[in-house]
């Protein structure tokens, strides 16, 4: 069981949905929190909410699809914080449409966005950890990464790629110190970019929570855990069949 009380936290995301119920959690832990996220109302308010508990929690406004922005965004929190033990990549965007519809453009932000920008956050700031001999990298996948759903082909995509790169890297980062968890949320509920369109999840998945979320992410970094599906229900059972032979779950969601 690895120890968090006192380790810095870099959370992107933290302006709204997830980022914030993680940031809370990471904070009751005892652990330094740096917020990124462009809105900086957003990332005062989920300061304001971490101030009840005695860690430090800085925000930072910063684009992460913006290389420019990037770097200045690791170059403050390094200066603030002087290390970064934890990066939590839970920034991301969806956006429910026919594939066909999506301006070339747009897929590519979507791909920057979810993929392009972890994977090279990730890359600026490992050598640190390396350097210290410990760390630990959480990404936020979704439960769309392992099986492509309609008109979140460009989402599924993306979230696919991130839950092999974990994977990869976790084996590659084998006997450093530092390591890379994947986490797997179905639909959540009351917060977040599923529950902002207000419709019921499919029957098969059932919803989850924030905080079961959170709860995910707290689990994967003590007890190094490669990759947890948060769900209820049979989704776990489900996904391993499907592996075994794909068509067993079919999605239910429309547009
Ligand atoms: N909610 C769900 O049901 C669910 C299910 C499975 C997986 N997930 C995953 O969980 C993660 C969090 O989702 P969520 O539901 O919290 O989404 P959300 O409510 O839409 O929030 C997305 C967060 O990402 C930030 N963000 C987006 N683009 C950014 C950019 N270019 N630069 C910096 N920050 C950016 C947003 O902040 P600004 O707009 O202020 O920049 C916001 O803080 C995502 O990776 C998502 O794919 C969510």
Same mark, same amino acid.
């Not at 640190?128 to 990298?137: F, Q, T, V, W």
């Not at 309609?150 to 790629?161: L, M, V």
């Given at each position: ?28 832990? +005892?652990?330094?929190? #740096? !917020? ?5 109302? +957003? ?18 406004? #910063? ?20 290390? @970064? ?25 979507? @791909? ?8 090279? !956050? ?22 769309? +990464? ?22 990869? !890297?976790?084996?590659? !980062? ?31 998945? +059932? ?12 689990? #994967? ?21 499907? #592996? @075994? ?11």
């Amino acid at each position: 069981m690895k120890r968090i009380q006192g380790k810095n936290a870099l959370i992107t995301g933290g302006s709204r949905g997830l980022g914030p119920y993680i940031a809370l959690a990471l904070a009751r832990e +005892g652990v330094n929190i #740096a !917020l990124t996220a462009r809105s900086e109302e +957003g990332l005062i308010a989920t300061a304001d909410d971490v101030s009840q508990f005695q860690v430090t929690c800085k925000t930072y406004p #910063a684009d992460i699809i913006d290389s420019t922005s990037r770097i200045a965004l690791l170059e403050n929190v390094k200066k603030d914080f002087g290390h @970064i033990d934890l990066l939590i990549n839970n920034a991301g965007m969806e956006w429910v449409s026919a594939y066909i519809k999506l301006a070339p453009e747009f897929i590519d932000t979507m @791909i920057q966005t979810n993929l392009t920008a972890p994977m090279i !956050l990730t890359r600026m700031i490992l050598p640190m950890m390396l350097e210290k001999g410990s760390g630990h990298i959480v990404t936020m996948s979704s439960l769309g +990464g392992k099986k492509g759903s309609p008109y979140s082909a460009t989402y599924a995509a993306t979230k696919a790629g991130l839950i092999e790169w974990t994977q990869g !890297l976790r084996e590659e !980062l084998r006997n450093t110190g530092v390591s890379a968890s994947v986490i797997c949320p179905g639909f959540v509920a009351k917060a977040g970019m599923f529950a902002v369109y207000n419709k019921p999840a499919p029957k098969i998945t +059932g919803e989850t929570t924030p905080e079961k979320v959170s709860e995910a992410v707290i689990k #994967a970094i003590k007890k190094d855990i490669g990759e947890i599906i948060v769900n209820p229900g049979a989704t776990f059972l489900m996904t391993a069949m499907d #592996a @075994i032979h794909p068509g067993i779950m079919t999605w239910e969601v429309g547009s």
